[in-house]
């Protein structure tokens, strides 16, 4: 399945019971300007996925397979 965030390449995925590990999580993009910008960079490429006119595109293309 298409997951939204893909750990570790552009966001961090930690349980939402464990507050220490969502502190964790949280210090090491603070501290790490390089995975900051690494991640935020992946984030914004994989962002194109979800916007309108893919997801219409998209859409189109498989009604349209589909009526053929």
Do not use: C
């Amino acid at each position: 399945t298409l997951e939204v965030i893909t750990p570790g390449a552009d966001g961090l995925v930690v349980d939402q019971h464990e507050p220490a590990a969502f502190a964790s999580a949280l210090a090491s993009v603070i501290d790490n300007s390089e995975l900051r910008a690494q991640m935020s960079a992946t984030a914004l490429l994989h962002a194109e996925r979800y916007r309108t006119d893919t997801i219409a595109r998209d859409y189109d293309r498989v009604l349209t397979e589909a009526l053929a």
